[in-house]
Structures are given as structure tokens and as C-alpha cells.
């Protein structure tokens, strides 16, 4: 059974100039051990589908008009807040992507972690501090003891997030929610949280929904990989998949409008035109249409559902796989990629 | 060229080639604490800098937060008072120009900052923005001025009509266009983009980067690129300079760099980049560095790289590497034990110190 089921995920926001639809349907499951990538550009939903699971979203404004969050047998959307209390951080943990406004900067380090752990479990406060040295040591940092006598702010970059992450998995959670947890940190310090994260996974077994714009962090961690556009999933499947057949053209674009390390130079990069559409205004048909590299008539008219393309790969587009693969190629052929 | 400038010229050695020189460049930020403020330390944030910058190319600058990467680019167009060394501007030493003659010097030198929405004043108009260097530099006037702006805009994407609209009316991408606009208005030689892309999102970033190499070849612009994405880096650079803590570590051409990187540095950055194709980081070997880039108010001794680097011995913490030719005059790396072809980072270097008795 999956651990984590979202199905059909509405999340609304009411504003002054109408109703922002953040998330419009969203479903995915996620299994033990097993690591989803949720992309797509700020703006698209990903942090307000984990917000959402993680019941973080003021309401009002927010409101959940329809769809389900299944975790152990009960939807989340409907617990009372007294147990959504008991869930979040010890079953269900999160880690934001900037660590320095996540800690709190009058409390040591050890002081906040050491708080999770007591709200969740029944220990002594020595227990409670034995426990917080050692999730500070499984997350490598150095001098734990020293260390969590400190504040945030002796703590580096790096370090502060790996103790975000100390003071999430400080309960085992089954469901670690990562939302752009290297964004803000250097290519060599990422490297390190990323390696961490991974070691950890294996160690717990813990399931993680890990939220970026980095296509390059998604195909080294993800197994499934969902691609969100103005509040929808637009595209889902394995990350082989969508990395070496995208079936819709928004993902596809993405790709091609990054420069990869090994034909960058030689081959030019394919912007996406326009920008993300406003989640008020949507264009009418298909939310992509007007920066769509392939768009036809039709596409301004009907708004295309999440569907099975191909065996386990859903896609959001109206043109048949055929289609997508000729305009594929075409465009391909004029960059002068190699496939 | 005047006979003296000509003069001066020869005696600062300049060929010709390079549009910009930095030497031995330094900038030392005073640490200042107590009641009396009296300096306590210094924040190394350049410390000896050797540029060449060639006509024409685009020399990508990489390195971590903090390596002093802007700094220098700072240094460069003199918006900050080094405390050490010279930049030469086609051979000449800029830093000795009085302020009369560096408006002149500017006018040659442009930079786009990172965050298109702090660089781009909210109470002025795009086509004052734009306007703006014209004014500085008393070129055009009135309707002429206004035409030239609407042009300006023009080339970078935008529409004429934009010229009376306020910054908060576009998007990040259509605001970096502006801040491009304002920097080609004087037909500069040399651009300083200090992280042009970082701001936007993935979408939007091929917008500005293939803009800005259109430009290049429509203006023969001369670019200096700095960027942390060693992607979008390799994707725009002809040569590419790695920096850390204040030093450049290796510099070469994009093909040597990024195919054969010589300084343990440079290694492990590229391999810590995760690449967007699943297969390939399945197969990855990667080099994690431990620790942390070192404080540049209190750097180690030797080689600066020592305190994470997989290949240091007794030898790194006590010497300085100089900037040394590798195989080719054009591929130079600061590097006593420099990694082999094929060789793998973690192998501790067995050989003496490169270039030492």
C-alpha cells in the first residue's frame, strides 16, 4: 500500500482579485523508500501541493474545495488539528529551502531539535539531549556536543541545513517533504547535502518528495518525477522517462532551454517564450499554449487531461504521441542536437 | 594614439590582444571593531589577481559564494579602490585616471548586476533607465535621445511602447532586458554580467543568454561572465577562470577546463554538479569535498585549497602555488601536485610538487 496518496488535490487561494487556483488536481502515491522529484518554476504549485500536505496553509485564505491526502488510512484534509499536530514533524517532516529564516535565531541549535523530539516522543530532557547529539552526528557534523550549544548563526550555510535536516528526521519520519533544500547552497556544499540525504533514505527507508527547478538534483535522486505548470501536474513518470522521452512539450522545452554540461557551447539553447501565466488570468485550452513550441489550433480551445500516453507515463497534451515525437525531431534537427 | 600614451603602452608590456589586464590585483576590506573602530583584520576578498581578458571573447568566471568573484568585477570597472595592483585598459593603468578621464574609461565598461529588481530604480521610467548612460555621457538629445532609447529596447526584445512603463509592470526576464539595454546604450567594448541568469527561472534564463550572445556578435562585445552555474558558464564562455578565496586557481580554455581540469578544485566542482540526464549520475563517481569554504578574513596557510583538498601533503600547507602554465602557455593552474589525465582525485599525488627541486 502506498505510504502517501494525493488524489485530485485542490488547493484555492481566495485574494482581492479572485481566486487563485495554486494547485488544481494534483494526485501522485508515493512507497516506502521510494523518492518523488516535483518540478517546475516558482509559481507552478510544488511548494503549496507539500504546504498542503503538510496541512502549513493558512485557511483562509486557503481552502481545499476537493481532493483527498491519504496517509495511514486518513485524509489529512479532515483530521482535526490536534492530530495533524501529532503527524506533522514525526510522521511527515519537512525541510524549507532556506535554512536561515527556518531556525529560530534566539534558540541554539540543540535547543530546537531537542524540542521536536519531546513534542513527539516520551523522553527525559538527557534522553531528549543524548538524542539530539547523535541525529546531529548522523547528519555529520562535527563537535555535536559543542555544536548544540550553538546558534544558528555560527552555523554555516551547509551546516545550518544539515541540522534542518537533524531536526527532521530526528522522529524517523516515513515521509520527508524537501522543498529546494540545496537551492541556496554552493554546488559543493549541495553535493554533500544531496549525498547525505541519499545515505539517510537507505538507512531509514523514509520516502521523499523532493521539490526543485534543478533538473540535474531531480535525475540524481528521483524514481518518479512530476512536472507541475500554473498548478497542475502536467506530466508523470519515471525519471528515465521524462528525462529521455518527454511526452509533453512543456518538459520537453525545459530541457532543451538548459545548458548541460556536456553539449553546452555547441548546441543552442531553445528558450521557452513568454513567461508562466498569472493563476487568475489562465489562457483559455491549454494552460501552455502560448508558449507552446508546438501548438495548434485545437490547443486554444480544448484543455488537455493529465492521461496515460504510454504505459505508466502520463502526459497533459492533446497531440498524439506520434506528433510529439515528429515536432520533437524537427526542432531537434534544426539545434543540431544529436540524439 | 598620442606618442606619450604610446610610450606608456610599451612600457606596461601590452600586445594588443587583451582588451583588459588585471595585475597581481588586490582588494583587502578592513575588519574594523571597539569604540575606536580601529582595524582589527582584513577580509581578503582579492587577493593577487593576473587577468587577461582578450578581445572579443567571453571569459567565464566561476567559483562559491564568497570567492570574491564580484569583487573583482567591482575592481575591474573600479567601482571600488583596490588596495593593490593595476588594471590596464587597453595597456593602460585606469586606476591612476583622475575622475574626468575614467568617465571617459566608463564608457567603455558596462555591468549587469544579478537581481534585476534592486538594480532598476522603481520611481523611473524604462526609458529613463535606459536613457540614463546617454544622459551621464551628454550623448544625443531630446527626440534623438528618446529614439535611440526606443531602438535600445528594441534590441533587446522589448517593445518601443514600453518607454513610459515603470520597472514593477515586467517580469524578471523582461526587467534583465533593461538592465542589458542600459548597458549597451554607449556601444561599450566590455560587459561585466555578475550572475545575469541566477534571479530568473529555468525558462526564462535561455531568453537572456542567447540575447546576450546575439548581441556579442552584433556589437563585438567583449564579455566577462560571472556565474556559480558551470553549465550556463560553459555554455557562454570561450575561456573560463575558477576562483577561490580571492585567488584564481586555474584558468583555461572551456574544452581544457571542463574536459581535463588540472587543480583538484576545479575537478570536484564539476563533478559535484548534478547533470539533468538520470543515466550518466546513476554511473557518476563523485568527488564530495568535505568542510567548508575557509573564512577569507583568516585564510590557511599555503595553498588556500589545502583544507579540503583529497590530494594535499605537508608540502600545500606551507608553500603558496604560483599560477603555472600546465601542458599548453593557455591552460594555467595553481597547483603543486595537478591531476593527471585519468588520474582520480582522491589518488594522493605521489610525484614531488610540480615544478619544484
Redesign the interface.
Known sequence: MAMLEVNNLKTHFKTQDGVVKAVDGVSYSLEPGETLGIVG??GSGKSVTALSVMQLNPKPPASYPEGEILFGGQNLLEVPEKRMQQIRGNDIAMIFQDPMTSLNPVFTVGNQIREAIRIHQDLSKTEANEKTVQVLTDVGIANPEQRAKEYPHQF?G??RQRAMIAMALSCNPKVLIADEPTTAL???????I??LMVDLQEKYGTAIVMIT????????LADKVMVMYAGRAVEHAT??DV??DPLMPYSW???R??????T??EV??????G??PSLIFLPEGCNFNP?CPFVKDECLRIDPALEEKKPGHEAACILSVEEIEQNKSRVDQELGVGT | MSEAAAVDTQRNGYSGENLLETRNLKMHFPIKAGVLQRTVGHVKAVDGVDLQIRKGETLGLVG??GCGKSTLARLILRLLEPTDGEVLFEGEDILRYDRKRMLGVRRNMQIIFQDPYASLNPRMSVGNIVAEPLKTHNVSEGAERKKRVQELLEVVGLSPEHYNRYPHEF?G??RQRIGVARAIALNPRLIICDEPVSAL???????V??LLQDLQKEFDLTYVFIA?D???V????DRVAVMYLGKIVEVAD?KDL?GRPRHPYTA??????????????RERQ?V???G??PSPANPPSGCPFHTRCPRAQDYCVENVPPLEPQETEDHRAACFFPVKEGQRIEEPATSTPYRVE
Open positions: 518554476e516558482s554555516s551547509g551546516m554552493d554546488v559543493t556544499i549541495q553535493a554533500q544531496l549525498e527547478h534543478d533538473l540535474g538534483v531531480v535525475s540524481q525519471t528515465d528525462f529521455y522545452s525545459l530541457l532551454s538548459l545548458p548541460r554540461l556536456d553546452a557551447g543552442r539553447l531553445l528558450p521557452i517564450r513567461t508562466p508558449r | 562559491e559564494s517580469s526576464g523582461q527561472d529555468v525558462s526564462i534564463q535561455a531568453q543568454v542567447n556559480h558551470l553549465s550556463v560553459k555554455h557562454i564562455s572551456r571542463y570536484s566542482l564539476l563533478s559535484a554538479i548534478p547533470v539533468p540526464d538520470p543515466r550518466k549520475e563523485r564530495v569535498l568535505t567548508d569554504v
